[in-house]
């Protein structure tokens, strides 16, 4: 990681201040951190595939407005089951709606639904786990033996017994999918939080009497974070396929919502005269879920150089 | 997946004490923690299937019946009673087999599930060892070729495998394979002409038709089989060959594996004989891990080859609002799933020396 001097010298201005030997604020010193990570990340070819899918999504999720001629929502009976063209560059589905806007507007869906799921999962996950791994004791053993229940369930299947109990629909199947991705983040901020536990400065924070609760929130979930991360990117291609799935047999958004999953599933029966119709869409989730694959390959191995071989 | 095989290889570290009494108490925790899991997995459908929904009554009884049939159906349920008192009874029924009447077939779930559940096995099983009889020398050569083109391939092929959605990649493989170029035969299990010829005795019907003699059935069976066994495959093979590779690594980088070459030993000895001996063990937890695995995954191919599996019976349950089937066969593929993972760690147990 390290950065020959020279270079160091011969750059000034944002450069020089990013690469200063010793930083003069804790700010440049945390920007530096990122920026070294960074320049570590950017040499690995396959992370930063991963990485510019991914930016792609976002961006197209964000400018969805700009990119697309309709919300891809409304029939347009008289335009059904064309093939590619300059119009319509998917060709349109069995409605009449275009399929290149429906893919458009369905990567908000996916993000929407990855989002969700880690927003539920990661604090779950971070407060089981350093709480096992802080307090220790009874504590650590009933949350732990909880964790392995959960760990050992059949994920698909059990996901699709909540859907059932809940019903269909996008939140449901992000609930159901949350329930079942929790656990191996606790044990891995379990994991963390051993180590972190015995630490110096824990004792210290603990000699100024702080509370189990302020340690935990303050000093030992901010270290477990960066692991957590990692994680949760090596599992979003994981949980964009589980969605799709739900999505496939109808248990997961409805239409007319242009999830790519239920795209799949509503395009099913064109398959042999159009194949284009559920054939785009499952493109779609592969090559985002291909790049959450490479993006979190890449990231553990700049942030855990171990692992890399 | 992962953590999960090297948390148990951690737990099948080298022991101390005398070797009877460290087998009977690895077993012991083995068989509290199944148990535990087991009433884990119950609890959780119990949960599901009396709790969840408004009124389960209405869901049986439908909201036309007259208050006393409901009262009738209420009292009948046992949802008078306090919640501990209907999961003891839940639990009583379940260790007995008796899973309820699905309101979608009439029959006892139990029963249904018996007639279902051979085909996701054979399913499941092929699957399995195409990946293995693939996945385990792809993952050799790789290893042995580190960083060379068998790797990246391996590698490559890897990262495809995790990221394509499996029921994609069955209709696309049904359009080329069985539309396009009629190589093989098309959804479910046998042509339809086929059906019903050859008594059902295991319910695996490559097995039952080999049992008659019946060769025309069994390669009709084979060609129904091969694609989507194929494409479940695909994931096992991913998985393996990936883990496979990485054990390789490891091993390959050992003094011995140097000694072995220092003193002329062959290159394939050396990696047969030598290191993939030690590979072995760790495999035995990955194939496990994957059978149990494409045992439940098997829900999604299922639906896009018409596979009259349990997977289908679980999703067609679904849609019918036949909370006693879903939750059956939930219970069923969780009781598999964990047993699968159980069995794994015994065999690991007996394989390794170290671990007696």
């Known amino acids: ?309 | 997946m992962a953590e999960a095989a090297s948390a148990r290889q951690q737990a099948a570290g080298p022991s101390v004490s005398s070797a009877p009494l460290s087998t009977l108490k690895a077993f012991a925790g083995l068989l509290s923690s199944l148990l535990l899991t087991f009433i884990g997995l119950t609890a959780i459908t119990f949960v599901i299937g009396r709790v969840m929904p408004a009124d389960p009554v209405l869901a049986v009884v439908g909201d036309r019946a007259p208050q006393e049939v409901y009262d009738q159906v209420y009292q009948a349920m046992g949802l008078d009673r306090p919640l501990y008192d209907q999961y003891w009874r839940y639990l009583t029924q379940l260790v007995q087999g008796d899973l309820g009447t699905s309101i979608m077939t009439a029959r006892p779930v139990m029963d249904d599930i018996l007639r279902f559940f051979p085909a996701t096995l054979e399913l499941a099983t092929i699957a399995t060892l195409l990946g293995i009889f693939l996945g385990i020398p792809m993952g050799v050569l790789a290893a042995v070729h580190h960083g060379r083109w068998p790797d990246h391939f391996v590698r490559i092929f890897g990262l495809l495998g995790y990221s394509v959605p499996v029921f994609w990649l069955g209709m696309v493989g049904l359009l080329i394979f069985y539309a396009n170029l009629g190589w093989v035969a098309g959804p479910g299990r046998l042509d339809v002409f086929y059906d019903d010829i050859v008594p059902s005795v295991t319910g695996v019907i490559l097995i039952d038709a080999a049992l008659e003699g019946e060769w025309e059935i069994f390669w009709n069976a084979v060609s129904h089989l091969i694609l989507p066994a194929a494409i479940l495959g695909t994931f096992a093979l991913a998985y393996i060959a990936r883990m496979t590779r990485s054990f390789m690594l490891d091993q390959l980088n050992q003094e011995y594996v140097l000694t072995a070459r220092v003193k002329g030993m062959s290159e394939r000895r050396v990696i047969w004989r030598h290191a993939f001996r030690n590979v072995q063990v760790q495999l035995i937890t990955i194939i496990g891990l994957t059978y149990a695995s494409l045992l439940e995954g098997s829900v999604l191919t299922e639906t896009v080859f018409s596979w009259p599996g349990i997977g289908q019976y679980i999703t067609r349950s679904l849609f019918n609002a036949d909370m006693n089937a879903v939750l059956g066969g939930t219970i069923v593929v969780g009781v598999c799933f964990v047993g699968i993972n159980l069995f794994s760690d015994l065999l690991y147990k007996l394989v390794d020396p170290r671990a007696r």
């Open chain 1, 1 to 309: 990681m390290s950065v020959p001097r020279a270079v160091v010298e011969k750059s000034k201005g944002l450069r020089a201040w990013l690469l200063q030997d010793v930083p003069d604020s804790i700010t440049q010193a945390r920007v530096q951190r990122f920026y070294l990570a960074w320049l570590t990340f950017r040499r690995n070819p396959i992370a930063m595939t991963g990485f510019l899918i991914i930016a792609s999504l976002v961006v197209m999720a964000a400018f969805a407005p700009l990119l697309t001629a309709t919300s891809g929502l409304e029939p347009q009976l008289e335009d059904r089951l064309q093939s590619a063209s300059a119009e319509h560059w998917f060709g349109t589905d069995g409605l009449g709606r275009d399929i290149y806007d429906r893919i458009v507007w369905g990567s908000r869906i996916t993000l929407y639904i990855v989002g969700l799921v880690g927003i539920i999962v990661v604090p779950v996950g971070l407060v089981v786990g350093t709480l096992a791994g802080y307090v220790g004791g009874a504590v650590d053993t009933v949350l732990m033996r909880i964790t392995d229940i959960f760990l050992a369930f059949p994920r698909l299947i059990l996901a699709l017994a909540l859907v059932a109990a809940l019903g269909p629909g996008l939140e449901n199947a992000v609930l159901a999918i949350a329930l079942t991705t929790w656990s191996p983040y606790a044990r891995i901020a379990r994991a963390e939080a051993l180590t972190i536990r015995n630490s110096e400065f824990i004792m210290a924070a603990k000699v100024q009497g702080a509370s189990t609760g302020g340690i935990l929130f303050r000093h030992v979930m901010p270290l477990c974070i960066s692991s957590v991360i990692v994680r949760l990117t090596l599992d979003m291609a994981g949980i964009i396929l589980t969605a799709a799935g739900l999505g496939f047999l109808g248990l997961g958004a409805q239409p007319p919502t242009p999830e790519w999953g239920a795209m799949i599933s509503t395009g099913r029966q064109y398959l042999l005269d159009q194949w284009w119709i559920p054939t785009v869409p499952g493109i779609a989730i592969f090559v985002v879920s291909l790049g959450f694959n490479l993006l979190g390959d890449g990231l553990r191995d700049v942030l855990d150089p171990k692992s890399a071989e």
